[in-house]
């Protein structure tokens, strides 16, 4: 990478991410006393998915959280983990009135606090200030591109570009929070072209294990002629045709059947009206999610008598579940020092292989950033006052530098592979419902044969002529990496469960009750991790401090 006026910097904990997942996480380890950098990819306030629009939070209070938690381990398919999602409640519920304490106004009934949303802008505003008040080092436009490991296989720090300055960066860190979101594949939805995997082939690369990435398949509804606000709750009161006028239904027992739309466009063109809306209904949801409405006021368009073009964009892991494999209670990853949260993590505890989207990720968010940051702080401090005078190594390879670097011959071709080329090939393979929505083991081993012909294109000699160059070659490899990943773990997973639908496996087989864990760079794999728990009627006490699985 560009080495020219490289700046070098030394933290006991680096955090990697801006948005809510990466806040509460730097906030945590400097509550703990030792020293924090951030680094995010944009503007730590205003870049990420919670900093676009408004967002609920599943923080109920404390007479509710048996109601919750049961929904929550029903959704889940006897994947999630009771004692996951309680203690999600639980941290969630305790850490909202610090949000208050920090200057965020939540709305008031009765004269008591209403703290189950937020509004995106105003909630990182306030977590940004935060941050500042109690010492944390900022830095903006910088996204981190490879981890640094110690010769004991841990993690010792991170290297990246700043955008602003042309230059790279390396912080030699204790400890490493990874919270730099999931992978939407640059589908243009609101808010997500910050989300494009880095954290997940940054924590393969050093030795780290992903799961549930068959889990990364998720579709959020839009209007078709503005396809970048992913807001599906004003569509609960719409009815839907088709190019002809006719009605095409699409409620089940008088609620919207999630199936209907994927199915419906396959089809052809789909039309909604929000007609269904009472009065009362228009004025909490053009409070509540008025993002949402911003489309129709550009184009002059009464949502709730005329009708509009609908479609479904990409969110992939955002809302999806697949991430980094988390260790232990205090979301450790199997690399040592190497924490994940938010995002960036597999939420698969829980959510099993269903959406987190909204609420529940919202207070997934809150709470394991909270837990890494505790976590990463208490290994930094573990090492003493040397721990960044490890001998270190970079761990980043495809996409940051050539395969025949450091070779005394020279390469057969300088010739670039193309990032923008590679992204659109992996969109080509990821965006179509056909394809990514409803799964087939022909249809998968079809993509991931083009894949993986991406994937040697990758190999070759990224473009470093400037810091956008770097970090967009980068890009392209993760893409390209995520989806492979995702693919082969779909491959490996033989029935159809929540989200993961296999056209060629229909139902859900009650004796695949377990996670997979994937990895590998070029060459692929997945192992069975099975869920020794008993299938758990919530609420379930437990004493228990980790998760109970078993490897195959």
């Not at 730099?180 to 780290?208: I, P, Q, R, W």
């Not at 960044?388 to 670039?416: D, F, I, K, M, Y």
């Not at 179509?432 to 294109?457: F, H, I, M, V």
Request: net charge neutral; glycine share 10%.
């Amino acid at each position: 990478m560009l080495t020219e006026n490289e700046i070098q910097l030394s933290a006991d904990v680096l955090v990697i991410g801006g948005g809510p997942a990466a806040a509460w996480a730097a906030w945590a380890a400097a509550s703990q006393g030792v020293k924090v950098i951030i680094v995010d990819k944009g503007f730590l306030g205003t870049s990420g998915a919670a900093a676009a629009s408004g967002n609920g939070i599943m923080a109920p209070s404390p007479e509710n959280w048996d109601k919750v938690l049961s929904e929550r381990y029903r959704i889940g398919k006897n994947l999630a983990n009771s004692r996951w999602i309680e203690r999600v409640i639980e941290k969630t519920w305790l850490s909202l009135p610090l949000v208050e304490s920090w200057g965020y106004r939540f709305p008031k009934e009765d004269g008591e606090s209403v703290r189950q949303s937020y509004y995106g802008p105003e909630y990182m505003r306030v977590l940004r200030k935060n941050l500042l008040r109690v010492g944390v080092q900022i830095f903006d436009q910088s996204p981190a591109l490879e981890l640094l490991l110690a010769d004991d296989g841990s993690v010792a720090g991170a290297r990246g570009v700043q955008r602003q300055h042309h230059r790279s960066y390396t912080v030699r860190a204790g400890a490493v929070v990874l919270a730099n979101g999931g992978c939407a594949f640059l589908s243009k939805a609101l808010g997500c072209n910050t989300n494009t995997g880095d954290g997940l082939l940054m924590a393969v690369e050093a030795g780290g294990e992903l799961s549930s990435m068959e889990a990364s398949n998720h579709y959020a509804i839009s209007t078709a002629f503005n396809a970048t606000v992913t807001r599906g709750v004003p569509f609960g009161w719409a009815s839907y045709s088709d190019e002809a006028g006719n009605d095409l239904g699409g409620y089940v027992n008088g609620r919207r059947d999630p199936s209907f739309l994927p199915n419906a466009l396959l089809k052809g063109s789909v039309y909604a009206r929000l007609d269904k809306a009472t009065p009362e209904v228009k004025a909490v949801i053009e409070k509540s999610h008025f993002i949402a409405f911003l489309p129709y006021k550009k184009a002059d368009i009464d949502p709730y008598t005329e009708r509009v073009p609908v479609t479904l964009i990409l969110e992939g892991t955002v809302r999806g579940t697949g991430g980094i494999r988390l260790t232990d209670d205090s979301c450790g990853t199997k690399v040592p020092g190497l924490y994940a949260a938010g995002d960036a993590a597999s939420r698969e505890f829980l959510a099993g292989l269903a959406s987190g989207g909204g609420g529940p990720n919202a207070a997934w968010a809150i709470s394991t950033g909270q837990w890494a940051g505790v976590g990463a702080a208490s290994f930094a401090k573990s090492l003493g006052a040397q721990a960044n005078e490890r001998v270190a190594r970079p761990t980043g390879q495809v996409g940051l530098r050539s395969p025949t670097a450091g070779r005394t011959s020279p390469s057969p071709s300088s010739e670039t592979f193309d990032s923008e080329a590679i992204v659109r090939g992996v969109q080509d393979q990821m965006f179509p419902l056909e394809k990514n929505y409803l799964r087939s083991e022909q249809g998968l081993l079809d993509s991931l044969a083009k894949l993986e012909t991406l994937w040697q294109q990758v190999q070759g000699n990224p473009k470093q002529d400037t810091v956008r160059d770097v970090e967009f070659s980068r890009r392209a490899a993760a893409l390209t990496a995520v989806a492979r990943w995702a693919y082969f773990s779909a491959l490996h997973r033989t029935e159809t469960r929540s989200e993961h639908i296999r056209m060629d496996y229909p139902e859900t087989d009650p004796n695949q009750r377990y996670y997979q864990a994937t990895g590998g760079l070029d060459k692929l794999w997945v192992r069975r991790d099975w869920i020794k728990d008993a299938i758990a009627t919530p609420p379930v006490p437990t004493s228990q401090t980790t998760p109970s699985v078993s490897k195959l």
